[in-house]
């Protein structure tokens, strides 16, 4: 078996090199796995508006409903309330939709991990 001298010097210089080369892969994966979780959140977050908004048409028509009823004790009063129930009904299955997809967002990318292993082997490697 043939051994190879090389200094402490090129040993390090290639040391520093791969855990350089570890370090930018790790960051590019993170910078992926943060776009993945933007384009959940995105959705997530349209859900919610759009909630917030049909909640919003169901409380005024809800409103419009009990001024038909004190006003002028007609029949229109309760298509507005039925109306209203229903969008208030939709607009929470919207939240409930935008909340369960909040929940499932990790706001910390797995190479997260990976890069403080890597920190931890290169600290090792170099005393």
Partial sequence: ?????RTISA???DIVGNVQEIVRSEVHLAKVELREEVK???SAAILLAMGVLLLSCGVLLILLAIVFAL???MPGWAAALIVGVGVG???ALCMVGGFTK???IRAVPK???TMKENVQWAKQATK
């Fill in 1 to 5: 078996m043939a051994q190879v001298d």
């Fill in 11 to 13: 040993v390090l210089y």
């Fill in 111 to 113: 190479t997260a991990a």
């Fill in 71 to 73: 006003t002028a004790a």
């Fill in 102 to 104: 909040l929940k499932k």
């Fill in 89 to 91: 009904a939709a607009a």
């Fill in 40 to 42: 959940k959140s995105r």
